[in-house]
């Protein structure tokens, strides 16, 4: 079964550092999105991309955030500055249409923890 | 912003039994809902969806139904087997956005 695969699983960062996650999305699929979970809170989207471009993002997905996919394969999110709070589990997540039929495939997530 | 509650946060099933998980949503421009099942250290794994023009979805053991007029949803597990549990999410998505929303989510334990 094809599946959305996450590098690294786990990544502890000082406060203040850049941080890059990076996801390899299931092959045919268009659209790609990050997700995040604080611990114990519900999943927040952050961003989708789709056509080489940001098709939509939220409120947390401020100026400290970016979304790259630099070859045909990897799909990476970028924190410029890490804060405490921006400590999540991370999830990549892709479609082949828009998630509306059969949702989306996560992958496993990245845990981030900023100290 | 509560567009999506999971009022349970969590809910013990005995193994054979059915299970019923709850879901509300305040946003009536929402017509396309997903349940979403995640096992701890693992990314959530899609179940099941529901389109605003239908009020029943079933998939083997698992059926969602939508009650648009009370903006609510459930997922029945029958029955219910140890495997199932796990932590189970809705989430809800309007037509004119890519992203969905999810609820808090509620942790099922199915009891052997």
């Known amino acids: 079964e094809p599946e959305v695969t996450q590098t690294p699983s786990h990544q502890v960062t000082q406060m203040g550092q850049e941080v890059i996650l990076r996801c390899v999305p299931i092959s045919n699929h268009l659209y790609f999105y990050w997700y995040r979970q604080i611990l114990g809170q519900k999943v927040e989207f952050l961003v989708s991309?789709?056509?080489?471009?940001?098709?939509?993002k939220s409120e947390i997905f401020d100026d400290q955030f970016s979304v790259e996919r630099p070859d045909g394969s990897n799909f990476t999110l970028k924190i410029r500055s890490t804060k405490l709070e921006d400590s999540a589990m991370y999830f990549c997540?892709?479609?082949?249409?828009?998630?509306?039929?059969?949702?989306?495939?996560f992958g496993s997530g990245t845990r981030l923890t900023v100290v | 912003d509560q567009q999506v509650k999971q009022n349970s946060p969590s809910l013990s099933v005995q193994e054979g039994r059915i299970s019923i998980l709850n879901c509300d949503y305040t946003?009536?421009?929402?017509?396309?809902f997903l349940w979403y099942k995640k096992y701890p250290a693992e990314g959530p794994t899609f179940l099941i969806s529901i389109s605003s023009i239908k009020d029943k979805n079933e998939d083997g053991r698992f059926t969602v139904f939508l009650n648009k007029s009370a903006k609510h949803l459930s997922l029945h597990i029958v029955p219910s087997q140890p495997g199932d549990s796990a932590v189970y999410f809705c989430a809800a998505n309007d037509a004119g956005t890519y992203k969905y929303i999810f609820g808090t989510g509620t942790r099922l334990k199915v009891l052997a």
């Open positions: 991309f789709y056509n080489n471009e940001i098709s939509e």
């Open positions: 946003n009536s421009m929402f017509d396309y």
């Open positions: 997540a892709s479609s082949d249409l828009r998630g509306t039929y059969y949702g989306y495939t």
